[in-house]
C-alpha cells in the first residue's frame, strides 16, 4: 500500500510536484495500465463526473488520450474547440471556463498558447485544472508518460544519462521532462544548434551540448523532439537540410549510444528530419508505448484528483 498522499488539487506543472507524488502517480498508473487487459476496459471510479477537454492548440495525443482516460474510468467527457465555441466570439478563457463550471463541470483540462494559462485559471476557477500544455513552459503528463515509459524499459531512472535533442528553445516537453528526471535522480544532456537551446538551461540542472556525437556517449535513453517551426518568428537554423545532418538520430548514431539505449518522441514526428523512420519504427524506438502509456498515467491524474482518497486496489482489485 503506497502511503503518500496526493494533496494537489491541480496538475500544473512537474515543477509543483513532490519526488514523492511523481512516483506515487507512476505507480497509480500501473494497475491503470492492467485495466487495458480485460475484455471490457473500463471501472465506474468515475461514474457521474465531467471532464471537460478546452484546447486552444491542436493536439492528438493529449486531447484524444485525456478522452479516452477519462471514459475508462467511466466519467463523461466534453471537447470544447476555439473554432466551434463562444471563444470565436472573443470569450475570455476564465469566462469559458466559468461557463463551463456552471453546467457542473468537475474538472478542466487547459492546452493553451501562453505560459501560465492553467495556472492564471487555476487561481480564479473553482474545479481542478490539469494543464494539458502551456506555451514553452511545461506539459506535465506528457513528461509523466515519458518517465513511465522510462521506468517499463530500464526499471528505475536513478541514474540514468538521458540526452534530450533538438528544438529545447520551444519545447515544454523538454522543460517537464527536465524537471521530472532530475527529481527522480537521472542526469539530463540537452543538445542542439546554439539557437534552439534556452539561456539559462543549465540552470535546470543539465549540461549542454552543441555537437551530438559528443552527447551520446554512454547515454541510457535518447528524446528527439520536433523542431517545431508553428512556433518560431524567424530563421533559427540555416535549413532542415543542414539540421538533419548534424542532429538527426539515424542507425549510425543510435550506435554512439549504449547498446541498449532507447529512442523516445513525444509526437508528433517530422519522420526523416529529427529521426529516420528506420529508428522510428524500430525495437529500439518507444514511441507507440508512449501512447499507450499516457492513457494509463492520465487514468491515475484523474483518479488522484477527482477519486475522492480511494485506494487504488479498492476499484482495480
Ligand atoms: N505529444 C503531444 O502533446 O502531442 P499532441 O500535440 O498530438 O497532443
Same mark, same amino acid.
Not at 474545479?127 to 515509459?149: C, K, M, R, V, Y
Given at each position: 500500500?503506497?502511503?503518500? *498522499?496526493?494533496?494537489?488539487?491541480?496538475?500544473?506543472?512537474?515543477?509543483?510536484?513532490?519526488?514523492?507524488?511523481?512516483?506515487?502517480?507512476?505507480?497509480?498508473?500501473?494497475?491503470?495500465?492492467?485495466?487495458?487487459?480485460?475484455?471490457?476496459?473500463?471501472?465506474?471510479?468515475?461514474?457521474?463526473?465531467?471532464?471537460?477537454?478546452?484546447?486552444?492548440?491542436?493536439?492528438?495525443?493529449?486531447? %484524444?488520450?485525456?478522452?479516452?482516460?477519462?471514459?475508462?474510468?467511466?466519467?463523461?467527457?466534453?471537447?470544447?474547440?476555439?473554432?466551434?465555441?463562444?471563444?470565436?466570439?472573443?470569450?475570455?478563457?476564465?469566462?469559458?471556463?466559468?461557463?463551463?463550471?456552471?453546467?457542473?463541470?468537475?474538472?478542466?483540462?487547459?492546452?493553451?498558447?501562453?505560459?501560465?494559462?492553467?495556472?492564471?485559471?487555476?487561481?480564479?476557477?473553482?474545479?481542478?485544472?490539469?494543464?494539458?500544455?502551456?506555451?514553452?513552459?511545461?506539459?506535465?503528463?506528457?513528461?509523466?508518460?515519458?518517465?513511465?515509459?522510462?521506468?517499463?524499459?530500464?526499471?528505475?531512472?536513478?541514474?540514468?544519462?538521458?540526452?534530450?535533442?533538438?528544438?529545447?528553445?520551444?519545447?515544454?516537453?523538454?522543460?517537464?521532462?527536465?524537471?521530472?528526471?532530475?527529481?527522480?535522480?537521472?542526469?539530463?544532456?540537452?543538445?542542439?544548434?546554439? %539557437?534552439?537551446?534556452?539561456?539559462?538551461?543549465?540552470?535546470?540542472?543539465?549540461?549542454?551540448?552543441?555537437?551530438?556525437?559528443?552527447?551520446?556517449?554512454?547515454?541510457?535513453?535518447?528524446?528527439?523532439?520536433?523542431? *517545431? %517551426?508553428?512556433?518560431?518568428?524567424?530563421?533559427?537554423?540555416?535549413?532542415?537540410?543542414?539540421? %538533419?545532418?548534424?542532429?538527426?538520430?539515424?542507425?549510425?548514431?543510435?550506435?554512439?549510444?549504449?547498446?541498449?539505449?532507447?529512442?523516445?518522441?513525444?509526437?508528433?514526428?517530422?519522420?526523416?528530419?529529427?529521426?529516420?523512420?528506420?529508428?522510428?519504427?524500430?525495437?529500439?524506438?518507444?514511441?507507440?508505448?508512449?501512447?499507450?502509456?499516457?492513457?494509463?498515467?492520465?487514468?491515475?491524474?484523474?483518479?488522484?484528483?477527482?477519486?475522492?482518497?480511494?485506494?487504488? *486496489?479498492?476499484?482495480?482489485?
Amino acid at each position: 500500500m503506497n502511503q503518500v *498522499q496526493f494533496k494537489q488539487k491541480h496538475l500544473l506543472g512537474l515543477a509543483e510536484l513532490s519526488k514523492e507524488e511523481i512516483e506515487l502517480i507512476l505507480s497509480t498508473a500501473v494497475p491503470m495500465k492492467q485495466i487495458f487487459t480485460r475484455s471490457v476496459k473500463k471501472v465506474p471510479v468515475l461514474r457521474g463526473k465531467t471532464v471537460v477537454n478546452l484546447f486552444y492548440e491542436p493536439s492528438t495525443r493529449t486531447r %484524444t488520450s485525456f478522452e479516452i482516460a477519462a471514459k475508462r474510468l467511466s466519467a463523461d467527457v466534453i471537447n470544447v474547440t476555439p473554432s466551434t465555441s463562444s471563444i470565436s466570439k472573443g470569450e475570455s478563457l476564465v469566462d469559458t471556463a466559468k461557463t463551463l463550471e456552471a453546467m457542473n463541470s468537475d474538472i478542466i483540462v487547459v492546452r493553451h498558447k501562453a505560459s501560465g494559462a492553467p495556472h492564471f485559471l487555476a487561481r480564479r476557477a473553482s474545479s481542478p485544472i490539469i494543464n494539458g500544455g502551456d506555451g514553452f513552459h511545461e506539459h506535465p503528463s506528457q513528461a509523466l508518460l515519458d518517465l513511465f515509459t522510462i521506468k517499463e524499459k530500464k526499471g528505475d531512472i536513478k541514474d540514468l544519462k538521458i540526452a534530450i535533442v533538438g528544438d529545447i528553445l520551444h519545447s515544454r516537453v523538454s522543460r517537464s521532462d527536465i524537471i521530472g528526471i532530475h527529481k527522480l535522480g537521472g542526469e539530463v544532456r540537452v543538445v542542439g544548434p546554439p %539557437t534552439l537551446i534556452p539561456k539559462d538551461i543549465e540552470k535546470l540542472g543539465c549540461s549542454v551540448y552543441h555537437r551530438l556525437e559528443d552527447a551520446l556517449e554512454g547515454i541510457d535513453v535518447i528524446y528527439c523532439l520536433r523542431i *517545431q %517551426t508553428e512556433r518560431q518568428t524567424h530563421k533559427l537554423f540555416p535549413s532542415v537540410t543542414e539540421y %538533419t545532418r548534424l542532429y538527426a538520430i539515424n542507425e549510425a548514431r543510435l550506435k554512439l549510444a549504449k547498446k541498449d539505449a532507447i529512442v523516445m518522441h513525444p509526437g508528433p514526428m517530422n519522420r526523416g528530419i529529427e529521426l529516420s523512420a528506420d529508428v522510428a519504427y524500430s525495437d529500439r524506438s518507444t514511441i507507440t508505448e508512449q501512447v499507450t502509456n499516457g492513457i494509463a498515467i492520465r487514468m491515475a491524474i484523474f483518479f488522484l484528483l477527482l477519486g475522492g482518497g480511494r485506494s487504488v *486496489q479498492e476499484i482495480t482489485d
